[in-house]
């Protein structure tokens, strides 16, 4: 079985316990999700339908209907889009052929390539920490990740972290070389989708397999969650009560807000302790971050999202209640 996977690069964590962190990521290829609705707003119906067959952002589908995928040769050659998963290019079956499918051998001398020292561990003893992301990177993919952490050249590897949505079981046999492998730090980076995704809340809140992931008991589990307005704040609430049900206690709250954080910066602290409170948790260390999707709504959109976003007004409501 070869591994499908449409980059890998070498950079530093941007969030999360390792911000700053020298890595290399390993962008797999496909996911069970099609998160269309980031950066859009809410209330346009065509954005929130989920139905059979329409299961493309509109951005996406006017560039398979511009038969981009057919005429762009390189996958660093496609055009960034602004709304939606941002890596449509690991998703989508259309964009299948920009993704390189190898065997392990090949993937890890291609990793290996892009360390700055050739080995994992750098001469000032620093180690460079290995993310493997998607698309999903939890999905089939696990078949060969043991094979891929026992070859020979990743075995001064220290530091794994799984980017994930946090909706796959461990495979057993891959739990059990986790539970084996200590002389790894394993994290389990775990992004949920919120309703703003478009997926529902059955298929993307699953505190049963963030709890898999925590029952390693091996590693480490954080939370992150993408936050756009106060709707999407009693979410994380709800979800973190929801991930608190079965012992789960969430250590990281990374919201990401569009714009307004830029200006309102002390709310955005009380704003972690509002969904800890709410949540019925203790507050856990935690980190947060500004970012914004890549390029820009068009005028019309962007004028409608501005409603949307979480006012002074809003903030000031739930300091109240802090
Ligand atoms: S879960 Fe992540 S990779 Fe999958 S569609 Fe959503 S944003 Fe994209």
Request: aromatic residues 12%.
């Amino acid at each position: 079985m070869k591994l499908r996977y449409s980059e890998a690069f070498y950079s530093v964590q941007g969030e999360g316990k390792f911000v700053g962190v020298p890595s290399v990521f390993l962008r797999t290829f496909g996911c069970n999700f099609r998160c269309m609705n980031f950066g859009l707003p809410k209330d346009k119906d065509r954005w929130t339908q989920h139905a059979e067959g329409n299961r493309y952002n509109p951005e996406v589908k006017a560039l398979i209907d511009a038969d981009v995928h057919k005429t762009t040769e390189r996958f660093e050659d496609l055009p960034i889009i602004h709304t939606g998963c941002d890596t449509y290019a690991s998703i989508y079956p259309e964009f299948k052929d920009f993704n390189k499918l190898q065997e392990i051998d090949e993937v890890v001398d291609y990793l290996i390539s892009l360390l700055p020292e050739g080995k994992w561990t750098m001469a000032n003893g620093q180690d460079v920490h290995f993310i493997l992301t998607g698309g999903e990177p939890l999905l089939a993919w696990q078949r060969l990740y043991v094979e891929l952490f026992e070859h020979p050249k990743m075995k001064d590897l220290k530091n794994v972290t799984f980017e994930t949505n946090s909706t796959q079981f461990l495979h057993d046999d891959f739990r059990d070389y986790i539970r084996k492998r200590t002389d790894i730090e394993w994290t389990f980076s775990c992004s949920p989708k919120l309703s703003v995704s478009g997926e529902s809340w059955e298929d993307a809140i699953k505190p049963s397999v963030v709890k898999d992931y925590y029952d390693v008991g091996n590693g480490s589990v954080y939370l992150k969650f993408v936050v756009a307005d106060s709707a999407d704040v009693d979410e994380v609430c709800r979800a973190v009560e929801a991930y608190r049900s079965v012992g789960i206690s969430v250590q990281y709250i990374l919201c990401r807000l569009e714009d307004v954080v830029k200006v309102i910066i002390s709310p955005f602290k009380k704003l972690r302790n509002y969904v800890w409170n709410k949540g019925g948790d203790s507050h856990q260390d935690c980190t947060y971050h500004y970012s914004g999707m890549p390029g820009g709504l068009s005028e019309e959109d962007y004028k409608i999202l501005q409603g949307k976003q979480i006012t002074e007004e809003q903030y000031e409501t739930i300091r109240k209640q802090l």
